[in-house]
């Protein structure tokens, strides 16, 4: 360096406030270790509060989402008689048109789910469905349609024929389902007695019957896994996302609540002889690849709710995040599914359900 300063001076340009390209000094190269290890420790600090602003900021987009699903419904609600549609029904053409009372149990046209009553009419759009928190945002329809975005290669998915990605049956339903209703609210398909299989039927809901419509779920999220809402069908995984879920247990016939007596009392939240104060949730570690949650022997099926956003407090550990709900009031809430089933805010009654269909008081019986 000197030498080279040398060299300038000589040759008159001493007065230069700038020094020749070939005298500037660069930097060492345990200089530069040391610049490139400081950016990576401030990467390292950033970072996870960068992932978590990220995750929030789907959060929110999931609970934008819901709210515009909440207002839909409203419009829907409005427009019919203050009753909630049915989870499902089986439709007899390829139209879409059903009767609750005459459905083929074969059901050779698919399935019509709730959300067809809202996105066929342009109530909600396909996208208000759906969570970017979801792997293609929500789980596919049980018969997907020609449409090979619509299925999940990667979990070989067939549908209710057992048909790979070639078939062209397509459910009445939107494209991506993210949200499951509450199986209190929206009834399942079987309206009659052939179809429950016991003296107990399904009934539309209307929106009156509901006490505390601010602390009563009308939707929850999916599980994050889509497996989770399907089952083994020969080769493949068939996608239940037509489907409920139901909280609710009878403390004298189980998940086969149908089979009840008209005046048998006996409801209650979850299964909880084997986790006692959980009523039933199993960890995350359990259920995070088990297929079979929402129609299963994974345990109640709110065991497919959602935990996949940040929170959860003491609970997020072992059972895993948060997830978004939307109440019959139409406002969004995010907390822990353990929170939402120790406070009963999945209904006080199996409102879908014909009989005596109080939820018990207390988890003793």
């Known amino acids: 360096m000197i030498d080279c300063w040398k060299s300038f001076k000589r040759q008159g340009r001493a007065g230069s406030r700038r020094a020749p390209k070939q005298c500037r000094r660069g930097f060492t190269l345990i200089e530069l270790l040391v610049v490139i290890a400081i950016i990576a420790l401030l990467i390292s600090i950033l970072l996870p509060s960068l992932q978590s602003a990220r995750r929030q900021a789907k959060s929110v987009k999931c609970a934008t989402h819901m709210r515009q699903v909440g207002q839909a419904m409203a419009v829907f609600l409005g427009e019919n008689q203050s009753k909630y549609p049915p989870a499902y029904v089986y439709p007899y053409d390829a139209a879409g048109n059903y009767d609750y009372l005459r459905q083929d149990e074969a059901h050779p046209f698919g399935y019509l789910h709730w959300s067809w009553f809202l996105y066929d009419s342009g109530k909600a759009d396909a996208e208000a469905f759906t969570c970017p928190e979801l792997g293609n945002g929500g789980t596919p329809r049980t018969n997907p349609g020609p449409d090979m975005r619509d299925w999940e290669l990667e979990g070989s998915q067939v549908d209710q024929n057992g048909s790979p990605p070639t078939s062209t049956l397509m459910d009445k339903q939107a494209p991506r389902i993210a949200f ?151 406002h969004v809430e995010k907390k822990h599914v353990i929170e939402t089933v120790r406070n009963k805010e999945w209904g006080d009654r199996y409102y879908s359900i014909t009989g005596d269909n109080q939820v018990l008081n207390g988890r003793k019986y």
């Open 180 to 330: 499951s209703g509450n199986a209190a609210i929206f009834p399942r398909n079987k309206f009659t007695q052939s179809l429950s299989g016991g003296p107990r039927v399904n009934q539309l809901v209307s929106d009156g019957w509901v006490k505390g419509t601010s602390g009563t779920i009308l939707l929850a999220e999916y599980f994050q896994n889509w497996i989770g809402s399907a089952v083994q069908e020969g080769g493949g995984l068939l996608s239940k996302s037509h489907r409920s879920i139901n909280p609710f247990y009878h403390i004298g016939y189980g998940t086969d609540e149908y089979k009840a007596p008209l005046n048998a009392p006996g409801f209650v939240y979850g299964d909880d002889q084997d986790q006692k104060d959980l009523y039933g949730i199993r960890k995350i570690s359990v259920i995070k690849n088990k297929s079979g949650l929402i129609e299963g022997s994974a345990g109640p099926e709110t065991n497919d709710v959602g935990r996949h956003h940040p929170g959860g407090g003491e609970w997020s550990r072992e059972y895993g995040g948060t997830s978004n709900f939307l109440y019959c009031d139409s």
